[in-house]
Nanobody, 115 residues
Framework: QVQLVESGGGLVQAGGSLRLSCAAS????????MGWYRQAPGKQRELVAG???????NYADSVKGRFTISRDNAKNTVYLQMNSLKPEDTAVYYC?????????WGQGTQVTVSS
């Protein structure tokens, strides 16, 4: 079993910053991908950013240049630094970890950006 503990969400004004963290623990042998997804009300869950064990990173076009994902393999922790936040970034953000072909999800953390 794998546990994911997220932290760092909250309420911020447009233009502000937040940093999300997600620590993985449990039956971890080899994490392939760590990343963040988000889901806004009435919308489908979408990928925000992901980083592979080899350091390859991809971002959603909507967050390129504003968000930065990083990963500490020794701590099995992934971070998402979010700058220049916009109201349209408001969503529940979910940590995702892929081990071999199995996906594990965090409980979600609310990010609200006021205009």
């Amino acid at each position: 079993q794998v546990q994911l503990v997220e932290s760092g969400g909250g309420l911020v004004q447009a233009g502000g910053s937040l940093r999300l963290s997600c620590a993985a623990s449990g039956s971890i042998f080899s994490i392939n991908v760590m990343g963040w997804y988000r889901q806004a009300p009435g919308k489908q869950r979408e990928l925000v950013a992901g980083v592979t064990s080899g350091g390859k990173i991809n971002y959603a076009d909507s967050v390129k240049g504003r968000f930065t994902i990083s990963r500490d393999n020794a701590k099995n922790t992934v971070y998402l630094q979010m700058n220049s936040l916009k109201p349209e970034d408001t969503a529940v953000y979910y940590c995702n970890v892929r081990i071999i072909t199995t996906d594990f999800w965090g409980q979600g953390t609310q990010v609200t950006v006021s205009s």
